[in-house]
């Protein structure tokens, strides 16, 4: 069974800065944007198999660095943005840990195979049918 990781906040690192959006003068004043950072390649939570698999199911969001990096600036507030940031980050680093089923190869039916010849065949007399007439004929 499949167990989610813990991530410990103290190997997250948190940065702030100000977003658009909802929230009128609010938001041009305050740091509600949340970017949560986790360093892949130094974390000790992180086993050698599991740092493997986040670099390659995660590679388009890996920086060169090992840097994992989210970001949240929906909320209004900078401690809620920052609780979806975290929890953003979990769960892409569960869902990329998460054990995948082997893909069981499989054969189309008999029914479809001969249903798809025929359509081709059809579609080749459609085809035939629309030439010019050849010199013999």
């Known amino acids: 069974m499949f167990r989610p990781m813990k991530i410990p906040e103290e190997e997250i690192e948190?940065?702030?800065?100000?977003?658009?959006?909802p929230g009128?003068?609010?938001?041009?004043?305050?740091?509600?944007?949340?970017e949560a950072r986790w360093n892949v390649l130094e974390s000790p939570s992180l086993t050698d198999e599991q740092r493997d698999i986040l670099r390659e199911r995660l590679a388009?969001?890996?920086?060169?660095?090992?840097?994992?990096?989210?970001?949240?600036?929906?909320?209004?507030?900078?401690?809620?943005?920052k609780q979806v940031a975290a929890a953003r980050l979990r769960g892409l680093v569960d869902a990329a840990l998460k054990r995948r089923k082997p893909r069981r190869r499989?054969?189309?039916?008999?029914?479809?195979?001969?249903r798809r010849l025929r359509e081709?065949?059809?579609r080749s007399e459609v085809k035939e049918k629309?030439?010019?007439?050849?010199?013999?004929e």
Do not use: C, M, W, Y
């Open 14 to 21: 948190f940065l702030f800065s100000r977003a658009g959006g």
């Open 130 to 136: 629309r030439r010019p007439p050849t010199p013999e």
């Open 60 to 81: 388009g969001r890996v920086s060169k660095e090992g840097i994992l990096r989210v970001v949240a600036d929906r909320e209004r507030s900078q401690a809620r943005n």
């Open 120 to 122: 081709k065949k059809q």
């Open 24 to 34: 009128g003068q609010h938001v041009n004043r305050r740091a509600t944007r949340v």
């Open 106 to 114: 499989t054969r189309p039916p008999r029914s479809a195979e001969e």
